[in-house]
T-cell receptor, first 115, second 112 residues
Framework: AQSVTQLDSHVSVSEGTPVLLRCNYS??????LFWYVQHPNKGLQLLLK??????LVKGINGFEAEFKKSETSFHLTKPSAHMSDAAEYFC?????????????FGQGTTLQVKP | IAGITQAPTSQILAAGRRMTLRCTQD?????MYWYRQDLGLGLRLIHY???????GKGEVPDGYSVSRANTDDFPLTLASAVPSQTSVYFC???????????FGPGTRLTVL
């Protein structure tokens, strides 16, 4: 069965410094992996998606994530944090083993950006 | 503007009352989903529908029902609300064969 673990519930960085949000996954298949962002009191927005075409995936707003099969990781990075990046981030795997089209969400990581 | 709309935006409800959360999409997506979001638990799937006329149970279906009479609408009903159903509810949709889901803005429901 697929599962996702976000290793940090809260990450705090200073504006202009790099961002690293960590995610490990477990899957019996070659998974589809996603990062979604949720700004306060807003819905979820797709940041990026991995589908095996390339291990380094570029998303919106300067974010990117690297799929590392040997480490079963899909960490999200950004070279320089901006105040507007403060939000909740979810690592997500698609439940390819079922017929629901279900997305399996990690617990979320709150990113705080300090001025 | 294409996308998913949900109504109401928020609601306070007395326990035991019936409530229907509405979801409408205009992207002609085949599949639709209902999730609930609770602190520290991420989002969990309540019910889903792969196409109009069919529905299925997700991870936490108890106390909820859905219907899918047409492609665009996917209402979620709480027959008799309980305080544990206090949550933020998100509707999502996707195209057939795609696992990329697009989310609505959410409904914040409080059951007292």
């Amino acid at each position: 069965a697929q599962s996702v673990t976000q290793l940090d519930s809260h990450v705090s960085v200073s504006e202009g410094t790099p961002v690293l949000l960590r995610c490990n996954y477990s899957s019996s298949y070659s998974p589809s992996l996603f990062w979604y962002v949720q700004h306060p009191n807003k819905g979820l927005q797709l940041l990026l998606k991995y589908t095996s075409a390339a291990t380094l995936v570029k998303g919106i707003n300067g974010f990117e994530a690297e799929f590392k099969k040997s480490e079963t990781s899909f960490h999200l990075t950004k070279p320089s944090a901006h105040m507007s990046d403060a939000a909740e981030y979810f690592c997500v795997v698609s439940d390819l083993g079922g017929n629901t089209g279900k997305l399996i969400f990690g617990q979320g990581t709150t990113l705080q950006v300090k001025p | 503007i294409a996308g998913i709309t949900q109504a109401p935006t928020s609601q306070i409800l007395a326990a035991g009352r019936r409530m229907t959360l509405r979801c409408t999409q205009d992207m002609r997506h085949n599949a639709m989903y209902w999730y609930r979001q609770d602190l520290g638990l991420g989002l969990r799937l309540i019910h889903y529908s792969n196409t109009a006329g069919t529905t299925g149970k997700g991870e936490v279906p108890d106390g909820y029902s859905v219907s899918r009479a047409n492609t665009d609408d996917f209402p979620l009903t709480l027959a008799s609300a309980v305080p544990s159903q206090t949550s933020v509810y998100f509707c999502a949709s996707s195209l057939r064969g795609s696992d990329t889901q697009y989310f609505g803005p959410g409904t914040r429901l409080t059951v007292l």
